[in-house]
């Protein structure tokens, strides 16, 4: 039920904001995204191409929600919700879930007899702010941003392998939230 979904997104208090300026999230990403391509030369041709490893990763999944792998070119066709945006570039309003269960080491035994398999070496947590695209089109967050150097978005992650002790080079694999392929 995509209309009763929409609502239920549109009535947190982020998106209520984004809401009121006549777009929902892909609309928001889709006109931050435009600004970035500009500023790096990046393509839509790239996120097809982005898209399309995580079809065919899902492919290989026997419990992935879609297990279709998808051309470039199919991806490139599919419908456009917020360019550069396609339909086949962002996810389905039931994207799936996930969970984990954090718990100290002093408290598991009484839990489990199994012993623990994963350690949190750090966490951070940090709001955002919500700025429009529209009327600041080089806010100075997203000015200020390196894709490998600490500043506006990706200034938490540094702060976090700091707290860590680690490095990218350290990070075998990482898991990201990924509402749309860029």
């Not at 600490?150 to 075998?172: F, H, M, Q, T, W």
Request: net charge negative; with cysteine; aromatic share 8%.
């Amino acid at each position: 039920d995509t209309p009763r979904s929409i609502k239920a997104v549109a009535s947190a208090s982020d998106v209520e904001h984004i809401s009121n300026l006549g777009f929902q999230f892909m609309g928001q990403y889709g006109a931050g995204l435009r600004n970035e391509m500009e500023r790096f030369g990046w393509s839509q041709e790239l996120f097809a191409e982005i898209a399309a490893k995580g079809k065919y990763n899902g492919s290989l999944n026997p419990n992935a929600q879609y297990q279709r792998a998808m051309t470039v070119e199919e991806i490139l066709s599919s419908r456009v919700v917020a360019y550069p945006l396609t339909l086949y570039m962002c996810s389905s309003m039931a994207d799936g879930a996930a969970a984990a269960i954090l718990i100290g080491k002093d408290v598991i035994s009484k839990y489990t007899d199994r012993p623990a398999i994963v350690t949190v070496a750090a966490q951070v947590t940090r709001t955002g702010k919500f700025v429009d695209p529209r009327l600041h089109p080089k806010h100075e967050d997203v000015d200020d941003e390196t894709p490998t150097g600490p500043s506006g978005r990706n200034e938490i992650v540094y702060e976090a392998y700091e707290k860590a002790g680690l490095g990218p080079e350290d990070i075998d694999v990482a898991e990201v939230h990924d509402a749309v392929a860029p």
